[in-house]
């Protein structure tokens, strides 16, 4: 079985894109990552696709979309759904189809860092070493042997790590 997992933010330009390509590499065919933002900026952040190339990832083919593409007919049937911004959490959300399981992983906004290019770089790389260890523990889950209120449990407490 392959989980469908969506990553959210308001912008959908540098954290949820970053996670998207985390888990799509983690999740080894297990998990298939998509992103989107409730009001997207229609541009993936330079330094969030410097971020990926520089994990070794492929950072090619990311675009910043509107959740409301996973809200339409004949969009990917969704398992898990994970904000990973404030902003997004307090949002009213569309309505998902399939009732996915939802938790909050916040982690600050490296693109609202200024200073150096080396500073603004360094919180790129901070917010995908997050969300890298966020994941990795997600994908270790025994998710078929959890129950609902488990696997809420578990996935609340790895967004507080």
């Given amino acids: 079985m392959t989980y469908h997992v969506l990553f959210i933010c308001t912008g959908n330009s540098a954290r949820s894109i970053l996670a998207e390509a985390l888990l799509n590499d983690l999740g080894k065919g297990r998990f298939k990552a998509y992103s989107a933002g409730s009001h997207p900026k229609g541009f993936v952040h330079p330094l969030a696709l410097a971020t990926i190339e520089r994990l070794q990832l492929p950072a090619a083919d990311y675009r910043s979309k509107s959740w409301d593409e996973f809200a339409a007919p004949g969009a990917p049937p969704l398992d898990f759904i994970f904000t990973v911004c ?42 995908a070493l997050t969300l890298r260890r966020r994941i990795e523990l997600f994908v270790s889950l025994p998710l078929e042997r959890l129950d609902a209120l488990s696997l809420q449990r578990e996935l609340r407490a790895i967004g507080e790590r």
Avoid: Y
Avoid at 108 to 120: C, I, K, L, M, Y
């Fill in 86 to 127: 404030d902003n997004a959490a307090g949002e009213v959300c569309p309505f998902w189809p399939g009732q996915p399981v939802t938790a909050h992983w916040g982690i600050p906004d490296p693109a609202a860092v200024e200073g150096s290019d080396e500073q603004r770089r360094k919180a790129f790389t901070d917010a």
